[in-house]
């Protein structure tokens, strides 16, 4: 073949070094993080040494402004941040202090007071003395709010003592004005399913997913320590989320495969911990309305669960007659023993104690250190004594709520047969004192005391929240509220 058909390595070359200028550039990429890297010049180098100021950050102040350095900032010590952090605390409680009095002048040893109940507090070991201080209420000042048509189940207050919320079994929540006791509003409950034949049909108490509400009953109910929101739970495995002030309905939370027993707010944050007879208790955070986490340990249904400041929420199970402290950072728990019968009922005292009410008829004082009661007592007053008090003694009734107001020597119980009880707490919590009972006609099946102590709110119904083993029909489902006047006022 002629060598005029082959093309040449030099004509090759050439086609490439053509091909190579027609191709067009690659387009630059955008940079979205990060600054762009530019190389420095001996004339950037002297700009950038004669203008530091741009690493500075301005603070604002009252009296001025202050320019603070990086390398100022990041070189304050642990001990620094400290102290940094306690006079700003003290300054705090000084401007509270002194907004409470009329005159100008500043209260030191009240401040100082102050300071020390509040690391008592964070200790767990402060125990205000209120039990000495109040006195039995009348016949005639015990209140009843009525509106639920069902047994009321559970109820909660708001922080400032102004508003009630109070759930049945019907599904419907209902919020109310403690002082006039009037009906505020009305969180209605979704119409109940039919059921849709027999081959997969859905039974009653399975919610809608677009419409808000319950469909069931209402089990547990929550205010978060701002009084911003309201949490609520029951049939369905549902946690739905208000807003308490506007009564909005602002989300819902699936998860739990059977009843949410019930809900409590981790002190002053908006963490909220759920407890169901899934066995399970799921941790929800309401500022970022998400999922965290869910822990695992009872081998029965959570029935009740209670929250501090710390990150260790209570639980009581039912059947398996356990008391369980989660530790969630260390991610561990405390198991307690004790009771003849299922725990219905528990209240945290304070960060070191908390109170159970059993099936047994007793209620019981614990420590966390301790994994057995401190004291037992028999909701009629009777002394369980060590190796006695096995069974339920005849006509005790069932302790279905338990409360107590934080951090103080005051608990409270009540019980299947219509009896509140009020407690004092001895100074070292091995003692529990029966103060003075009041009756309601019904199943106690919660209480609240107000965040002041000035009264105590029962939820009163028909029959059991949890169940239905027996039932009044001459008991009328209410709101009963017992004030607790001073001694200095009776």
Not at 36 to 49: G, L, P, Q, Y
Not at 252 to 268: E, I, M, P, Y
Request: charged share 30%; with cysteine.
């Amino acid at each position: 073949m002629s060598s005029f058909f082959l093309p040449s390595k030099r004509s090759t070359k050439d086609r490439k070094r053509k091909k190579s200028v027609v191709r067009k550039p690659r387009p630059e990429k955008e940079v979205v993080k990060g600054p762009k890297k530019i190389k420095k010049t001996a004339r950037d180098e002297e700009i950038d040494s004669e203008s530091d100021h741009e690493s500075t950050k301005v603070e604002r102040k009252p009296n001025g402004i202050k320019i603070v350095d990086d390398d100022e900032e990041e070189e304050e010590t642990v001990a620094e941040k400290r102290l940094r952090l306690a006079k700003q605390y003290i300054a705090q409680v000084e401007e509270e202090e002194l907004s409470k009095r009329e005159d100008a002048e500043l209260d030191y040893d009240a401040i100082a007071h102050r300071l020390k109940e509040d690391v008592l507090r964070e200790a767990g070991k402060l125990q205000r003395k209120v039990a000495d201080t109040l006195c039995a209420p009348g016949i005639g000042d015990v209140r009843t709010l009525r509106g639920h048509q069902l047994p009321v189940t559970c109820l909660a207050v708001t922080p400032d003592d102004r508003f009630a919320f109070s759930g049945d079994k019907d599904g419907c929540i209902i919020k109310w004005d403690l002082e006039s006791g009037v009906k505020v509003h009305v969180f209605k409950c979704q119409k109940r399913r039919k059921r849709e034949g027999k081959r997969g049909g859905r039974g009653r108490g399975r919610e809608r997913d677009d419409t808000p509400g319950h469909a069931g009953c209402v089990l547990g109910l929550a205010v978060s320590s701002d009084g911003k929101f309201l949490a609520s739970g029951g049939k369905g495995g549902a946690v739905h989320v208000w807003d308490a002030e506007t009564n909005a309905h602002i989300h819902k939370f699936t998860g739990h495969r059977d009843t949410v027993s019930g809900l409590a707010f981790q002190g002053s944050s908006h963490e909220l911990f759920s407890c169901s007879l899934d066995r399970t208790v799921k941790i929800w955070n309401l500022d970022e309305m998400l999922y965290v986490e869910t822990l695992f340990g009872h081998q029965d249904g959570v029935a009740a669960i209670d929250c501090l400041q710390r990150e260790k929420p209570v639980t009581a199970g039912t059947d398996d007659r356990t008391v369980r402290i989660w530790k969630v950072v260390q991610e561990s728990q405390l198991v307690f023993t004790g009771h003849k019968a299922s725990i219905d009922c528990v209240r945290l005292i304070n960060e070191e104690h908390f109170i159970t009410g059993s099936q047994d008829g007793s209620i019981a004082l614990w420590a966390v250190v301790k994994k057995k009661p401190l004291v037992r007592r028999l909701h009629n007053s009777a002394v369980c004594e060590e190796g006695g008090g096995e069974g339920r003694e005849v006509g005790s009734g069932w302790v279905t709520a338990v409360a107590a107001l934080p951090n103080t020597d005051l608990v409270a119980s009540g019980s299947s047969n219509g009896h509140v009880a009020l407690w004092k707490c001895g100074g070292d919590f091995r003692s529990l004192d029966s103060s003075f009972t009041v009756e309601v006609q019904g199943f106690v099946n919660c209480l609240q005391f107000a965040h002041s102590g000035s009264c105590l709110v029962a939820a009163v119904g028909q029959e059991h929240r949890l169940g239905r083993w027996w039932r009044d029909s001459s008991v009328r489902n209410c709101i009963a509220i017992i004030p607790l006047p001073r001694t200095q006022n009776c």
